[in-house]
Structure formats: C-alpha cells, structure tokens
C-alpha cells in the first residue's frame, strides 16, 4: 500500500492572525437591505427582552412592588434602554451595541432594598416607591464614576496598557461567566428551555451549511424560527393543562399566562423622569453603588472589544472605549432620572446574536432600539413578547455567551502560546476569575451574606460585590501581571501581542479607525479623538 503524500509546506503552516474578522455578511459601516434590517433589528429586540424581564422580576417584589409595578418598571427599563442605545452608537463608541439593564447592580440594589430605614414602611406600595428613590439617588451619584473616567480620557490612559494576552481573560469571561443563566436557567423548566436549546444549534450552525436554497435566511433569522416555534410549543402545553399540577415555581417558568406583565401593563404609557418621584440619598448606597459602577467599566470595556470583533471592524482605540464608557455613564444618569431600580452595560447576549448572524451593522441596532422605544410606549404589546417563558431566553443564552466567551479566546492568535510567561498569565488569570467569585458566591449561598460581614451593609458591598465578579478578579490578574512580569526582556513585548495593537492605540494612527469609529455629522471637528 502505498504511503500518504507529505504535506504541502502551505498546509503546515499556522492560520495567520487578522485584524478584522473575515465572514461577516454585513460590516459596521455597511447595512443591508432595508427590509431584512429592520427584521434583524426585531431579533435584537426580542433577545434582550430576557435582561429586561429577568431583572425587574427579581428585584420589584422583594421591594414591595406588585404586577403592576413590575410592568412599570419593565417598560421603564425598556425605554431608557432604546434611548441608551441611540446615543451609544450614534455618540459613543459608535459600534453595534444594545445598552441595556446589567446583573451587576443587582446586588447593591438588594442592600439598598434590605436597608433599615425602610423597615418601618408598612404599605407595599409606599415602601416600593421609597427604595425606588433611594436607587435613584444612588444611580444619580454612581453615574458620575463613569462619567468622568469615561470624558476626562482617564479610562484611555488605563486601556493603552491592555494587551491581547490581557484581553483575552477579560473578554473570554464576560461571556463564560454568565454561565450561571445559561443551562441551570434552562433546566427550570427543560421541556421547553431545552427544545430551544436544539433548535438554535440545528438553525444557526446546521441548517445554513446542509440546505442549497436559502441557507442564509435560515441561520441569519435563527431566533425568530426558533422563538416563535418553542413559543408555540409551550403556549400549547399550557392550554392543554400540562401544568395544572405542578409546583408553583415550574408553573411561573413553563407557563405562557404566570408573568403577569399583560394585565398589569397599561395599553399607552411614556415612562417620564422621576415618576416615581423625587430622588432620596444615602451615602454608604451610593459608594457602594460607585464600585459596582467601576466594575461595569471593566465589564462594557471587553464588551465593547467583543463588538469591535464581530462588526468585523479593527480593534477599537482606547480614546474610543473611554467615551463609550462617559455615554454609558450618561446612560445609567437616565435610569436614575427615569427610574428603572438599575444601572446600564452592554448586553452581551446582543454580541453573541452579532456573531450567530455574522451581521455587525451599526443601522441594525439602532433600528433595534426603535422597536424598544416603540414597544415600551405601547405596553400591551411589549408586554406580550416580554411574557416569552425565560428558559427559551436560557437556551439562546448558551449559544451567545459561548460565542462572546470565543471571541475572547480568539485573540490568543496575537500571542506566543509556547512562551511560559503567557501560559502563567493566562492559566493564572482564568483560574482566579474562577476561583475567587465562587469562594465568595458560595459562602454567600450558605451564610446568606458575604465573607466581608460588618455592620456597614455599604462597605460590605463595596469588597464581595467585586470580587464575586468573575471577569473583573480575572482582568485585575491578567492586567497586573502583564504589565509587572518580565517586561526588561525584550520578546516579552512580541510573545503578548502588544504590537499587534500599536496601530489602533490613537485614533489617527489607521484609516480604517476612523471610518469605523468617527462621529456623526462631522463632529469629530468640535470633538477631536486623540
């Protein structure tokens, strides 16, 4: 028998590295047709329902809210959201991204709920209404951290010292570390989480490539099949009494009619600033609220690297990332004023769907956050799609996370992986943004409060709420060693990738940076990039 042919030498060498990121349909900067954007933007709409719903449904109850309220709150949440995301990619970075309610002030908020001074509110109503006021006045004073890193240009100076081999920690676990909302939420109610689940694997990835006929249709609309086909699904298993006798719990996550957000929501409504009232202000609050707001910097800032991927556009400059950062801070500053009982950051699953679609357009989302503002206003309606049953939010949820968690991995192609020094970093990195988050998340499981346990609920916030973080613990590591370890020698600078990034660190240094990432209406003139 004779013996295999050697291997051409082209065969044997690596993939090369690339700048931008090749297969994608439709660049920032190009928008496709008219009718198939303003149906992908209804995709991105419809994917962060599940942010928008989850959060509001967690937090409104525990502060005396009712049905009512919630549906408020959503709507509320929903509106800032869209206005948010107009201003990010006209004004901001200016790259595809959908700014809407983030899992990180969750827990300051809870404290603000928990807090002493509202004990003696025996109304609901009139307790839900004062710890709304307290978040607001907290938000109020945690917008300004944002706010002034992000237009002072102090957030670029930090940014600059960001290598591949950093980055790659950082974004890898804003997507792998939301891991906690992908399968376990799924397994709340499987026979309908998971159907999603399958489906969205069979549409996005094997469908496209196994059908000769509109492949594209099939993987570049995967949420809309997928979503209306398990929708229906479970609409059926609950007329048909599928649920009639099991545990409260599985009937609110299986269940289409257990939300409670259709009869609750008024048919015509425009959140409005302080509708809920006048802002109220705590000290110990808004300090811990100002740390959880430095942690959605660092979380936004691999975020927006993960965009910049999968829009197919070059790195993004660090001038660039800083006042994304200073209009996100001006975000959470309308969610203080209108009152959603929470802080803004990029979604992450709205990069996953980037990636599911290979469409990065910058019109797409911004057409997106038109069906928010829309939506929002009209609340019947949007509360209609907000009732979707939350494990079929979980089953896409594993898809688009994965896919930003790969992004972050992807950047290792810049770095030299037989150096020992970029194997310490990395592994090291990973495993503490791991470690650490879970030592703090399990002894809060079991004690019912974190290892930092004083009498000061802030400052006990301002310690467990970041190091709970999984990717800030794993930034803070990879940033620190990468910038302390070695650097006299001089292949230090090659093995992590530093010079692959020379080029995008001022805005003026690649052509291709500023039609990616200029202003609108030329006002780069009056709002130079540096």
Not at 124 to 145: N, V, Y
Request: net charge positive; aromatic share 14%.
């Amino acid at each position: 028998m004779a013996a295999a042919p050697p291997p051409k030498a082209d065969e044997l060498q690596p993939h090369p590295p690339k700048e931008q990121l090749p297969g994608v349909s439709f660049c920032i900067t190009s928008p496709p047709p008219w009718p198939e954007a303003m149906i992908l933007g209804f995709q991105h709409f419809i994917v962060m329902l599940g942010t928008t719903v989850i959060i509001p449904s967690a937090l409104v109850p525990q502060m005396g809210g009712g049905n009512e309220e919630k549906a408020r709150v959503i709507q509320t949440l929903l509106f800032v959201a869209g206005l948010n995301t107009l201003l990010q990619t006209f004004f901001g970075t200016c790259l595809p991204v959908v700014m809407g309610g983030s899992y990180t002030f969750v827990a300051p908020t809870i404290s603000i709920i928990l807090a002493g001074r509202y004990n003696d509110v025996v109304d609901p109503h009139e307790k839900f209404l004062r710890t709304m006021r307290g978040t607001q006045g907290a938000l109020i004073i945690a917008s300004t951290i944002q706010i002034i890193l992000g237009f002072s240009g102090l957030w670029r100076n930090v940014v600059k010292l960001l290598s591949p081999l950093s980055a790659v920690p950082l974004v890898s676990l804003v997507g792998f570390g939301l891991y906690e909302l992908g399968f376990p939420a799924v397994a709340k109610c499987v026979e309908v989480g998971l159907p999603e689940l399958i489906l969205m694997v069979v549409f996005a990835e094997y469908l496209p490539h196994v059908l000769n006929s509109g492949k594209g249709v099939f993987g570049r609309f995967s949420v809309l099949f997928t979503v209306s086909i398990v929708w229906l699904y479970a609409y059926i298993l609950t007329i048909s009494g599928a649920y009639k006798n099991v545990r409260p719990k599985t009937q609110v996550h299986c269940r289409v009619d257990r939300s409670g957000l259709i009869a609750g929501a008024p048919w015509i409504s425009v959140p409005y600033p302080f509708q809920w009232g006048g802002p109220t202000f705590d000290a110990g609050e808004a300090f811990a609220m100002m740390m959880t707001s430095f942690i959605a910097i660092v979380e936004s800032t691999g975020a927006f690297i993960a965009a910049s991927r999968y829009a197919s556009a070059t790195m993004i400059p660090p001038t660039i990332i800083s006042r994304g950062i200073g209009w996100q801070g001006i975000g959470i500053l309308l969610d203080s004023f209108f009152g959603t009982a929470n802080g803004t950051s990029v979604s992450v699953e709205n990069i996953g769907l980037l990636a599911v679609t290979h469409v990065g357009s910058r019109r797409v989302v911004q057409i997106s956050a038109g069906f928010m503002i829309f939506f929002a206003v009209l609340g019947k309606f949007g509360a209609l799609f907000a009732s979707i049953p939350l494990p079929i939010f979980a089953g896409m949820y594993c898809i688009f996370f994965a896919y930003v968690g790969a992004c972050g991995i992807s950047f290792l192609q810049f770095c030299n992986l037989n150096s020992f020094r970029t194997k310490f970093i990395l592994g090291f990195a990973f495993f503490m943004g791991i470690s650490v988050p879970q030592y703090f998340n399990e002894y809060t499981s079991v004690s019912g409060h974190g290892p930092v346990h004083t009498g000061a609920r802030w400052f006990n916030d301002m310690i467990n709420v970041p190091f709970s973080n999984k990717p800030f613990v794993a930034a803070l590591v990879a940033y620190f060693l990468d910038n302390t370890m070695h650097l006299h020698q001089s292949a230090v600078r090659k093995d992590r990738g530093y010079h692959w990034w020379d080029k995008f660190r001022s805005f003026k240094k690649d052509a291709r940076s500023q039609e990616f990432y200029s202003l609108p209406f030329n006002l780069n003139k009056f709002f130079p990039s540096v």
